[in-house]
């Protein structure tokens, strides 16, 4: 299996957009659920598996995030892309 993963801070309504040339399964987590995950505990994701793309994923509250596409095998010329879309800032009146 072959795993891809970035990770950063992110507010609430921020878009994660990856991109991919191979069908994957996307886990979305937050740190807590993160820690759990490398610890092989259950845990939850935003996410699941997809062959379209690109897919978006809405981070639903600030905080250190991480994102990762799981890949069945070592898939030949794989390609992959991470975007983030930020929501807008406040502005004042």
Not at 15 to 27: A, E, F, N, V, Y
Request: proline residues 4%; positive net charge.
């Amino acid at each position: 299996m072959t795993v891809v993963e970035t990770s950063g801070h992110f507010r609430s309504g921020d878009m994660l957009i990856i991109d991919s040339t191979h069908q994957g399964t996307i886990r979305v987590m937050d740190e807590f659920n993160y820690n759990l995950y490398k610890r092989g505990l259950g845990y939850e994701f935003l996410g699941g598996f997809t062959c379209f793309f690109p897919a978006t994923v809405t981070v639903p509250r600030a905080g250190r995030w991480h994102a990762m596409v799981a890949y069945e095998g070592d898939p030949p010329g794989l390609d992959y892309r991470f975007k983030v879309r930020r929501v807008a800032g406040l502005q004042s009146a």
